[in-house]
C-alpha cells in the first residue's frame, strides 16, 4: 500500500460516497488519497516526514468544485471599486471620491457590482460626472450584462453619439442623441473597456479569440498576478476545482506558466469561447485546444456559448413578453438553425457544450439544439449543460434528464436568497410565471443532475454562503418549495461539480485511488444551523496532497 505523506485526524469526514459515507480520519498519499477510517488505523500508516494535521473535530469535505466562474476577470476585478451594497448618491459619492483618490493614477476608474436601481433607477452619464467629470469611469451591474460609463468614458470611447452593435446589444440612447450611459451587454461595453489597456485579460470574454497583438513574455509575467489573485482567492473559500466560463489559449498558457512555477492552486477547465460572430468550422480550434490541454490540472473539453443576457435589463430571451415590455421578449443571440448547426458539430467532436440561457425562450432553444445533436449523432454520454435556467417553461423540465442535461445553477442567484434583492428583478417576470423562476428542487426531482456555482464575479464565490443560500432561499408567491437539505447542497458543490464535467470516477469524494483534494472547515457543517453556515469558512484548503490555503490558526 504504501506510506502517507499527509494524514488528518480528529475529523468528522463527509467522503459524498454513498458506499463509504463517513471516516473520522483520512491519509493522503501524494496526489492521491490512500485510505479513510478510524485515527488509529490512519496513523499507522504514516511515513517518514509524514504531515499530521489535527481537525479538531470539524467537518472534512472533498475540495469544493465552483461550476461556472470567471476566474481571469475575477482576479482582475478584486482590485476594483466593490458596490456591491451601496445605495444612493451618498453613498455613491463617497465611494468613488475615495477610490478615485486611492488611484490617481489609473487609466479608467472601474466599479463592479453596481445595482440596476443603486439611484431607485438606473444611472446616468450625469449621475457619474457630477462625483467625477474629468476621468473615464465605468461601473459594471453585478451580472456583468450592463455597465454605466460617465461622459468622458463615452467621448473617449467614440461612442457619445451610439454605435450600430450586433443582436442583443444597446446603447440606450437619450432624447437629446446621445448616448446615456447605460451599455447593455458585452458589445455596448466593450469600446470603454478597450481604454483600460487590459485586452489580454478580458480577450477570453470580450471575443474567445487571441490577444491581438500577440503577447510578448513580459506581457504574460505581468498577467499572472491577477490571475493568481484570482486563485488565491478561490483557495481560500475551499476550491480546489474551477471551471471556467470564458477563455482562449492565453488563459491556458498564463495558467500552464503558474503551474510551471508551482503556483497554480486548483484543477482548471477552460473553454473554447464561441462568440456569435463565430462559424462552425472555428470549432476545430476546440478540439485543437482540447488535445493540446487535456490532464487533471489543467483541461479545455468543451464548447461555452451565450444564448441570451439577463432578466434585469430585459435581454434574456422569453417565450412570452415582458409584462412592461408588451411586443417584447428579448432577442436569442442565434438562431434555431445556427445553434442546431453549431451544437451537432461540437457534440460530434466529442465536445461537450455549455451554454448561458437565463430566459425559458432561451433554455428551450438550447434543449432543441441538444435534441439535434442526438437526432444527428446518436446519443452519447455528452452531459452538455445549461447555465443559470433563471426561468423555464414546465414543459421542459422533464427534457434535461430525458436528454441528460447538466443543470448548472447559481443558489446565490435566486433574489432573495443572498445578495441580490427580489425586486425589481421579479417584477421583470409574470407573477403567474414566478412558480416556473429559479427552480432547484424541482429540477433535481425531476432527474437532471445540479451542479453549483456562483458566477464569480457576478456573485460572492463563497461556497458556504452559497449553502446556506440553498438551504433557506424563500419561496416565491405562488412557488413551491426550491430549497434543499444540507447534503443536496453539498452534492452540488463536490459529486454533483465532478459529474458534470466527466471527472466523478476521480473526485469529488473522498475516496481510495481519488485526487487528493480536500477541504478542513471551521467547524462542524452538520451541527450548524443552516441560516449560521455562512459564517463558516475553510480553515485549511488541500489540492493534490499540497496544503494550498491555511486560515489563521
Same mark, same amino acid.
Given at each position: ?95 468613488? *471620491? ?97 481604454? *483600460? ?67 497554480? *492552486? ?21 478540439? &485543437? ?23 434585469? &435589463? ?10 412592461? &415590455? ?127 456555482? &456562483? ?41 454533483? %461539480? ?45 489540492? %493534490? ?5 491555511? %486560515?489563521?490558526?
Amino acid at each position: 500500500m504504501g506510506l502517507a505523506t499527509l494524514i488528518v485526524t480528529n475529523a468528522r469526514v463527509l467522503t459524498m460516497d454513498d458506499d463509504n459515507p463517513r471516516a473520522e480520519a483520512i491519509a493522503l498519499q501524494g496526489e492521491r488519497i490512500l485510505a479513510l477510517g478510524d485515527t488509529a488505523t490512519i496513523l499507522s500508516l504514516a511515513g517518514g516526514g509524514c504531515q499530521v494535521i489535527d481537525a479538531g473535530g470539524a467537518t472534512v469535505l472533498p475540495g469544493f468544485i465552483e461550476s461556472h466562474l470567471h476566474l481571469f476577470m475575477g482576479g482582475n476585478e478584486l482590485a476594483h471599486l466593490q458596490l456591491l451594497g451601496v445605495e444612493g448618491p451618498e453613498a455613491l459619492t463617497e465611494a468613488l *471620491t475615495a477610490y478615485a483618490s486611492a488611484n490617481p493614477d489609473a487609466v479608467m476608474l472601474m466599479g463592479q457590482g453596481c445595482d440596476y436601481a443603486i439611484y431607485g433607477r438606473s444611472l446616468t452619464r450625469h449621475d457619474i460626472d457630477a462625483i467625477v467629470a474629468d476621468r473615464p469611469v465605468l461601473f459594471t451591474a453585478a451580472d456583468h450584462h450592463t455597465a454605466w460609463a460617465n461622459t468622458k468614458a463615452l467621448e473617449m470611447a467614440g461612442i457619445l453619439q451610439g454605435r450600430s452593435l450586433g443582436t442583443g446589444n444597446e446603447i440606450v440612447m437619450g432624447e437629446d442623441g446621445l448616448a446615456t450611459g447605460e451599455l447593455r451587454e458585452f458589445e455596448a461595453f466593450s469600446p470603454v473597456l478597450k481604454l *483600460t489597456g487590459q485586452d489580454r485579460i478580458n480577450a477570453g470574454i470580450a471575443t474567445g479569440e487571441e490577444p491581438v497583438p500577440t503577447p510578448s513574455h513580459d506581457d504574460l509575467m505581468a498577467d499572472l498576478e491577477p490571475m493568481e489573485r484570482g486563485l488565491q482567492h478561490c483557495a481560500k473559500q475551499g476550491f480546489t476545482s474551477l471551471v471556467n466560463m470564458d477563455g482562449n489559449r492565453y488563459t491556458l498558457l498564463v495558467l500552464s506558466e503558474l503551474r510551471r512555477q508551482g503556483r497554480l *492552486t486548483a484543477r482548471v477547465r477552460v473553454p473554447f469561447h464561441y462568440r456569435p460572430h463565430r462559424q462552425v468550422a472555428d470549432l476545430a480550434g476546440a478540439t &485543437s485546444l482540447s488535445d493540446e490541454f487535456r490532464d487533471d490540472w489543467l483541461s479545455s473539453g468543451f464548447v461555452k456559448l451565450f444564448m441570451d443576457g439577463v432578466v434585469d &435589463s430585459e435581454t434574456a430571451a422569453m417565450i412570452h413578453d415582458y409584462p412592461d &415590455s408588451p411586443g417584447w421578449k428579448g432577442d436569442p443571440l442565434h438562431t434555431a438553425e445556427r445553434f442546431n448547426e453549431i451544437a451537432i458539430e461540437a457534440d460530434r467532436r466529442g465536445l461537450q457544450i455549455a451554454v448561458h440561457a437565463i430566459g425559458d425562450g432561451a433554455v428551450r432553444r438550447v434543449l432543441d439544439g441538444y435534441e439535434a445533436a442526438q437526432a444527428a449523432n446518436g446519443k452519447r454520454d455528452a452531459r452538455h449543460r445549461i447555465e443559470h435556467i433563471e426561468l423555464i417553461d414546465r414543459a421542459d423540465v422533464p427534457r434535461l434528464a430525458a436528454l441528460g442535461v447538466t443543470a448548472s445553477i447559481q443558489p446565490v442567484h435566486a433574489p432573495g436568497a443572498m445578495d441580490f434583492p427580489v425586486f425589481p428583478t421579479m417584477n421583470k417576470l409574470a407573477k403567474h410565471r414566478w412558480k416556473d423562476a429559479y427552480l432547484c428542487r424541482e429540477l433535481a426531482e425531476a432527474g437532471a443532475h445540479l451542479a453549483f456555482a &456562483s458566477d464569480w464575479p457576478v456573485a460572492d464565490i463563497n461556497p458556504f454562503r452559497g449553502i446556506q443560500a440553498a438551504m433557506t432561499r424563500p419561496t416565491y408567491e405562488g412557488a413551491n418549495d426550491q430549497s434543499l437539505d444540507l447534503m443536496a447542497a453539498l452534492k452540488g458543490y463536490t459529486i454533483g %461539480g465532478a459529474y458534470a464535467e466527466h471527472t466523478e470516477d476521480r473526485k469529488g469524494m473522498l475516496k481510495p485511488g481519488y485526487l487528493a483534494d480536500l477541504v478542513i472547515l471551521s467547524g462542524d457543517i452538520e451541527a450548524t444551523a443552516p441560516e449560521e453556515i455562512g459564517t463558516m469558512s475553510a480553515a485549511k484548503t488541500i489540492c %493534490g496532497g499540497r496544503v494550498v490555503w491555511e %486560515g489563521a490558526a
